[in-house]
């Protein structure tokens, strides 16, 4: 899909640079990014903590982290015992998601300057087990 982003960036007026590298190892200098977005993705990286921590590193002072993530369930909640329970067939059928992790407190020990996150959840009979986080993050 990079060629649709970039037709409908330039399109737009917008210059866009896209890096296809893992989110672990950012091939970018420290501070060099105004923006970064992530859309459930942290639920599927193997180090979401070396992750955040490589956004963060990137993010220049002010910059933006904007991000929308699945997390774990609060704990002792009947939806959390069943987050539990189909944790491996979700990963097999959403792409190695783990709907098992406090996301929330991993972008919150980051040490960015502030992070604003709304906590919600998708109701629906076909994924049952999805609650998720959406917020900002400013380096």
């Known amino acids: 899909m990079h060629d649709r ?13 896209i890096h296809s590298v893992a989110g672990d190892a950012i091939d970018l200098d420290d501070q060099s990014v105004d923006a970064v977005i ?5 639920c599927t990286v193997a180090d979401p903590e070396r992750v955040v921590g490589e956004i963060r590193r990137i993010l220049r002072p002010g910059g933006r982290y904007a991000f929308l993530e699945h997390v774990v369930a609060p704990e002792g909640t009947l939806l959390r015992g069943i987050q539990h329970a189909v944790r491996r067939p979700w990963a097999w059928f959403f792409e190695g998601c783990s709907c098992e992790r406090d996301l929330a407190t991993v972008i919150g020990a980051a040490g960015f300057a502030s992070v604003e996150i709304d906590q919600y959840r998708v109701r629906s009979p076909f994924v049952p087990a999805n609650t998720q986080i959406a917020g900002r993050a400013i380096a």
Do not use: F, P, T, V
């Open 5 to 17: 982003l970039q037709k409908r960036a330039a399109g737009r007026g917008i210059d866009l640079e």
């Open 38 to 42: 992530s859309s459930l993705l942290l």
